[in-house]
C-alpha cells in the first residue's frame, strides 16, 4: 500500500511540475491599472488623512497653549491679590505695633520723668536737711570754739595778769615760722 501511495505521490508531482512549466511558458500579462488606482486612492486618503490630524493635533496644542495660558494668568492674578493682601495685613500690623511701641516709650518717658522728678526732690531734700545740719553743727562748734577761747582767755588773763599787746615783731621767729599761713600753691 505504500506503493501505491508513493507512485500517486510521484505522478501528482509530475503533474504539478508539468503545469508550472506550462504557465510560465505562457507568460500572461497582468493588468496593473486596477492596484495603481486603489494605490493612487489610498495614498490620497492616507495624506487627507495625515493632514487632517496635523490641523487637529495643531488645534489641539493651541488649545492646551490657551488653556495653559489662562491657567497662568489666573493663577498670577490670585498670586498678585494674595500678595497685596499679605502686604496690607503686614502693614496694618507693622502700624499696630509701632502705636504699641510709641505707647510704652511714652509711658516709660513719663515714669522715668516722675522718678526723676521724685529723686532731684528727695535729692534737694536731703543736700538741703545736710547743709542745715552742717550749719547747726559748724555753728554749734563755733560757739563751743568761742566759748573754750572766752574761757583760755580770762584764764590766761588770770595767769598772766593785764599786758598791752606788742607788735607781731615782737614774737620768737620760730613762733611766726610755726603758725604762718601755708603757701598759696
Not at 12 to 37: E, G, H, W, Y
Not at 64 to 89: F, H, I, P, W, Y
Not at 151 to 166: C, D, N, T, Y
Amino acid at each position: 500500500m505504500t506503493d501505491t501511495l508513493l507512485i500517486a505521490a510521484l505522478v501528482l508531482l509530475a503533474l504539478i511540475a508539468i503545469l508550472q512549466i506550462l504557465v510560465l511558458r505562457r507568460k500572461t500579462a497582468l493588468d496593473l491599472s486596477p492596484i495603481d488606482k486603489s494605490y493612487e486612492r489610498t495614498e490620497r486618503a492616507v495624506r487627507e488623512e495625515i493632514a487632517k490630524n496635523r490641523e487637529e493635533a495643531s488645534n489641539v496644542a493651541r488649545q492646551s497653549r490657551e488653556e495653559l495660558a489662562n491657567t497662568l494668568k489666573g493663577m498670577g492674578d490670585t498670586l498678585n491679590k494674595q500678595l497685596v493682601t499679605l502686604t496690607q495685613t503686614n502693614d496694618q500690623k507693622l502700624g499696630t505695633v509701632r502705636e504699641t511701641i510709641e505707647q510704652r516709650l511714652q509711658h516709660i518717658q513719663e515714669d522715668g520723668g516722675k522718678k526723676l522728678d521724685q529723686i532731684r526732690q528727695e535729692s534737694a531734700a536731703a543736700a538741703q536737711k545736710a547743709r542745715e545740719e552742717v550749719t547747726l553743727s559748724l555753728t554749734s562748734f563755733s560757739d563751743s570754739l568761742a566759748k573754750t577761747l572766752n574761757e583760755m582767755g580770762g584764764k590766761l588773763l588770770a595767769v598772766i595778769g593785764p599786758r598791752p599787746l606788742q607788735p607781731a615783731t615782737a614774737f620768737p621767729p620760730h613762733i611766726l615760722t610755726k603758725y604762718a599761713p601755708p603757701p598759696p600753691w
